[in-house]
């Protein structure tokens, strides 16, 4: 009898197990239905596996022979990342992340690259204007004139009082005109030349044009700044000069700031009071007070709020993760829809950066690069609050 | 009463063949009838709200439109759990419902429901039910093409004439338009310009608003006659809209020319499809949940001819996605292992009877079984598919075991009777009552066989979750098919026994079969009876090596189905813009079609189609590959091969080259909660503390012993650029947070003031500011707020510019919020090694473990979080529940009908001893197959231990009987007695193993869509049952007649 219940022992524990193990594996393992074939080539083991779109999920090859190959959050298959044998190099001040990729693939990912060089910047800044129908102005410069003749001729003359009072004129003129916008160098030209602008009034062949620009945009327009001016009249047509003065004092509803600028004007097409779309290029100079900048294209950036990379061609497949420190966004001097960042740290004139297909390059280096990068990672308190608002970045 | 209705079927023989006529045409009816599709919906019972919020983020979009809704869905009937998952400008909250819950009497609850939810929605957040249709709806995809047309014409076709006609065929429940561009009528504003005329953006939207209206004025009479009145004033052209003026500035009229563009142009997006690496439109056509998908793409392609007619001249529809050819491949392959199966087992009863009437009677059960069981699964409700018909297959070999014992009785009967009475021919009389007598013989037996089979298929029916929605079918179908084979064989065969086992009937010595098998059996038992103990050591060394192969072999949740097309399904980063998707997709796609010869087409989608079936993120593509027919691809090339050859030739940095299947994936996308093992919540209001307590977790979980790579999810991964209005600045200008935000969403976003209506179709106006004003961080800058007030002295509003009222940044933030009852979550994954450590017990010790950590402050769970632990193992918690149970009911009601049968625990114990053995011969063969251990190889032994019982007992009572009439008393006679019963079940055991496992070689040596699960399934029946024969016919013998010798020793 005792066997016989040995032996049903036996039976029950067979079937129970079997049950057992399946129930236990049934989840874990829903793998199978999808045919993920690691695809396996003859350079380099597969080192872990991950999810494509969760980088920071790794398996270990062992486990997914074992029945991990599913990601657990999406639950799609794993795939496969090979090692790439630079597991241990250390790396230098800013490099964040390497990763080597074949020619294939750089190929076909469209992976594009730019030889960094050290180009004049420009910043640009746009704003609206009108051409300058300022009699008041006019005015103003007649009276100085004017005083300057009455001061030249009392000088000459014998009574003492009429020099003093044309004298006192002058300079109250030429406060006036301080507020009025011009410049003290705009003034003491005036008193030299004795010419009013006319073209304050009257179309001539250099226009004045008032814009405003705003605080945040102050430290970025100067004396001799170039400006570009589009009537919207004319479609397509630009005028060109630089701006003479910006006023001493800011509007204080708006936080604006007006400022004067000289433009060319062939043919007398600009006419006193219409509108110009204005576009201001500013000279970049670098905290060191250098024009020559390296000047890093616009499209080499990824900037993710928590780090700015850019991704820097090696070669023979090799690209590295740089963390940079850039100025504000500039244009070149030949084109201004060119768009640069002055590089102030993490990158060297003559490396090769990617500009196109770096987001691609970025990700692969979250999958197999030896340290994740970029995007996917945590929400970490940002510490780059209000980096990216008003003053010129890097100072 | 078995005894009964046999003789009562045998007196009334007209009666029960006029009954299997009608049984027979209702049967056909019910096979045409039922539903047929590949693979059973495994997906949960889930009704889906889909709430639309154009251009918000995953956080705008929780916050204001997610949790409202689910707090007012929630408490909804019958529900589990509801789910919910934020996305960019769109929601969805998954409302799961208890297994069995009636679909439309679910939805409907879900409709009350959300009449009163959608309160506290935003205006503009457009709230619906999904579809009627689950994740196995997307049945049929297509394309519409048309050579000189350009995309967004192709989307008007697609949008306006397409989808309606093909939505109203019968059983589609929606058709979801993909790819290509809306067009839009885009107004772009110059905020120079609006700065230069003193107007602001709303004026323009107020004035575009006001500027598009048809209206009727009612009728006059004029000459008896009734002129209906109407005033004309959609938006018909960009000239409507260049027009339309938005005030007078300094004595002329200011139109929308004199501050903006207008221009056609697409609308905003988040898809888009690709055919062979040019970009296309088209459509998916869901179906209607519980349609018959074969029969509604029939409709809908009658449908496609009908309007093709009706279409621009060179515009055709182009299906890319069809499940018919699978559907019919996976039924195919199962009919014709039906069928091969069928004929087989003919040939092999055949040739144990010699008779060819007898083999044709038994055979009688196969087709009439199969009817019957389609009756009842339309009855129940059961769709034909891969699983159920799977269930008939490995049922067929069994089904005949019963006619086999009853034919062959009766033969024997008839053969005995007529050398009694010295006759050729018996009267009519005469042969009734043997046909009586001996069916009555075997009733029992064949009532008892089907007990058996039905009552170890519960712990089949019990399953829960995916694996119960698989299987069910098949047990249930199984179920149905023995139940018909046992009503045939106690009705109709002795009937047609009566009228077909005439003429030749040559006695058991006599057939050649049955010479062949003694000559050799004999001997073989002789032996084994001298040399007990070197067989019951040769079986102890099968139970050992089929068990310690048992414990190697690797594990799976389900054979992969050969679903004939792949999806190949490359993801980016989640980051990546639409534009950069978009070239990834084609450039892939030209390489597929260009490069691989196998490939018939390829269509990509990136994104959503606009359906809540389809919550695809853009960084995600699908491309659906259509491969050739076998015959013209390249030598030696293998669909497997195929796949590594395309994921090689595709490979870029930074996509994830997956490889899966369209319906497969559909599930998966439309599977929600924890699939790992163990797995930890975090719920909480705050992301970031959610984010964070599970990143601890992470590493308490991992010091628990057995614990592999728990993860815990990170949420940020998507670049947010945020403008914080600085409410200090704000209050200076007098500017409200309002007017700040009306400009960052309409100036910057863009949003669709008016519709125009131009016949049938409609087209959103939208209003924007200019692309270069807007779309990068510094020129962001220099967007204008107009005040509320004028100043003083200041001929209208201030313009602030944007910059000098908010700060600007970029941060890292969610891209999916996923929420569990109205409360945000955060997953830990945990796998377990569980050779080391029970599920159930690891999860015991890893809670214990953080809550000591709890307790020491290590671990800090401010108020208002909470964790929760779930995953799979809820499920091994739940199997244990029901399934030990179960099986132990299983095996408790087989014994007592074991019991009831014999009336002595010496026979339970032999079969006790025997069953396990048969087991081992399956395991032996799915090792030597290299099967992998799934839950249809488990349903595969189920069945087996079914059939092996039945044998088993079948020889026992023979062997009981034939003791009870010799009563042997020396070990001679045991010997002599125990052979002669041998000998006597030999050829009907033979007989029914043999039919069974020649039955399944069809299915064994099957190729098409489908035979990947089935095989899995026969294999531990066609290995078992050799084990099972020879331990049946061997150590059975073997057995008794060593404990029978016991009790003459003692």
Known sequence: MRNKIRVFGVIILCITSSVYAQEGHKGSHVDGVHEMIPAVTEDGEISHYTCGMHPSVKVSVENYENGDTKCPICFMPLTAVKSSGMRSQAFDENVISKVEIKARELKLA????????????????????????????????????????????????????????????????????????????????????????????????????????????????????????????????????????????????????????????????????????????????????????????????????????????????QFEGRAVVVGPESVSHSNELLKFYPVLKGIKEGEKVVIKGNFLIDSQSQITGVVASSFGGTLEPTEQKGSMKGSPSGH | MINKIIEGCLRNRFLVIAAFVLVFVFGVSSMKNTPVDAIPDIGELQVIVYAEWPGRSPQDVEDQVIYPLTTGLMGTPKVKVVRSSAGFGFGLVNMIFEDATDYYWARTRVLERLDFAKKDMPQDAVVTLGPDATALGQIFWYTVEGKDKSLDELRSIQDWFVRYQLTSVEGVSEVASVGGYVKQYQVDVDPNRLNVFNVSLLHVMEAIKLSNIDVGAKVFEEGGVEYVVRGLGFIKSIEDIEQIVIGVHQGTPLTIKDVGQVTLGPDFRRGALDKNGREVTGGVVLMRFGENPLKVIERIKTKIEEISVGLPEGVTIVPFYDRTGLIKDSIHTLSSALTQEMIITVFVIAVFLFHLGGSIIISMVLPIGVLIAFILMRQVGVDANIMSLGGIAIAIGVMVDSGCVLVENIYRKLVEKREERNVNKLSSEERLNVCIEASQEVGRPVLFALLTTIVSFVPVFVLTGQAGRLFSPLAYTKTFAMI?????????????????????????????????????????????????????????????????????????????????????????????????????????????????????????????AE????????????????????????????????????????????????????????????????????????????????????????????QVDGAVAPYAERIGGRAYFEMDIDREQAARYGIHVQDIQDLIMTGIGGMNVTTTVEGRERYPVRVRYMRELRDNPEDLKRIFVPTRWKWENAPGPLQIPLAQLVDFRKVAGPSMILSENTMPYARVFVNVDQSKVGLVDFVKKAQQKVEEEIN??????????????????????????????????????????????????????????????????????LFVLNFK??????VG??????????????????????????????????????????????????????????????????????????????????????????????????????????????
């Open chain 1, 110 to 317: 469209g992976v594009q690259t730019e030889v960094v060089i050290k180009r004049q910047l420009f910043k640009e800044i746009r704003s609206v204007g009108t051409v300058a129908y300022d009699p008041q102005l006019a005015i103003a410069q007649d009276e100085l004139v004017s005083a300057i003749r009455s001061l030249d001729k009392a000088k000459t003359g014998a009574v003492r009082e009429i020099a003093d009072r044309s004298q006192s004129m002058v300079d109250s003129s030429k406060r006036k005109l301080l507020l009025l916008g011009l410049s003290a160098e705009q003034i003491a030209e005036l008193e030299k030349s004795k010419e009013v602008q006319t073209n304050l009034i009257l179309p001539g062949e250099k226009m004045w044009i008032y814009g405003d620009i705003y605080e945040y945009e102050l430290p970025w327009v100067k004396k001799g700044s170039y400006i570009k001016a589009k009537p919207i009249g004319f479609a397509g047509e630009e005028f060109y000069g630089e701006v003479v003065s910006i006023n001493p004092v800011i509007d204080p509803r708006t936080r604006s700031v007006r400022f004067r600028a000289l433009i060319e004007n062939p043919g007398s097409k600009l006419k006193p009071e219409m509108y110009v779309d204005v576009e201001i290029l500013s000279k970049y100079v670098d905290p060191d007070g250098q024009e020559e900048v390296i000047a890093l294209p616009k499209s080499a950036l990824l900037d993710t709020g928590r780090r700015r990379i850019v991704w820097v061609n090696k070669g023979n497949g």
């Open chain 2, 611 to 702: 359906t809540a079936t389809d919550p695809a993120p853009v960084v995600m593509i699908e491309s659906i590959i259509n491969l050739k027919d076998k015959k013209y691809w390249r030598k030696g090339m293998t669909r497997e091969k195929l796949i590594v050859e395309i994921q090689e030739k595709t490979k870029m940095p930074g996509v994830s080259p997956i490889m899966t299947q369209p319906i497969r994936n559909r599930i998966d996308m439309l599977a929600t909660g924890i699939q790992t093992p163990v797995g930890i919540k975090v719920f909480g209001a705050d992301l970031k503390e959610i984010e964070k307590i599970g990143i601890q977790l992470e590493g308490i979980v991992a």
């Open chain 2, 933 to 938: 251990f799934s839950t249809a190889v488990w």
């Open chain 2, 484 to 608: 018909g084979a046992a009503i045939i064989a106690l009705t109709l065969l002795p009937t047609l026994c009566y009228f077909f086992l005439r003429g030749r009937l040559r006695a058991v010595k006599d057939n050649k079969t049955a010479k062949i098998l003694h000559k050799n059996y004999t001997p073989m038992l002789r032996w084994s009876l001298k040399n007990k103990k070197i067989v019951v050591i040769i079986s102890l060394i099968v139970l050992v090596t089929g068990l310690s192969l048992g414990s190697i072999m690797k594990q799976e949740f389900m054979p992969p189905l050969n679903e004939g097309d792949l999806l190949f399904m490359p993801v980016l980063m989640p980051g990546a813009s639409l534009t950069q998707v978009m070239e990834v997709m084609q450039k892939q796609n030209i390489i597929i079609k260009d490069e691989i010869p196998e490939v018939k087409q390829v269509v990509g989608k990136l994104g959503r």
């Open chain 2, 856 to 925: 020491q402050g290590r671990l800090n769970i401010p108020a208002g979080y909470y964790i929760s632990w779930s995953g799979q193992f809820e499920a091994e918690l739940e199997s244990r529940k029901k399934l030990l149970p179960s099986m132990m009911i299983a095996l408790l009601v087989i014994l007592i009908l074991l019991y009831m049968a014999f009336k002595n625990f010496r026979v339970l114990g032999i079969l006790a001893g025997v069953l396990p053995l048969s087991l081992m011969g399956g395991i032996i063969l």
């Open chain 2, 941 to 1050: 032994f189920i069945a087996l231990f079914g059939v092996a019982t039945d044998n088993a007992v079948v020889l026992l009572s023979t062997l009981e009987n034939l003791f009870k009439e010799r009563l042997p008393k020396t070990v001679e006679d045991i010997r002599a007695t125990v052979t002669e019963a041998g000998l006597l079940r030999v050829r009907p055991a033979m007989m029914t193993t043999m039919t069974t496992i020649i039955a399944l070689l069809p299915v064994m040596f099957a190729t098409g869509s489908g035979s990947e699960i089935m095989k899995p399934m026969a294999a531990p029946t066609v290995g078992g049952l050799v084990t099972a024969t020879l331990a049946n016919l061997i150590l059975v013998p073997v057995l008794y007649a060593w404990i029978k010798e016991k009790e003459i020793q003692d």
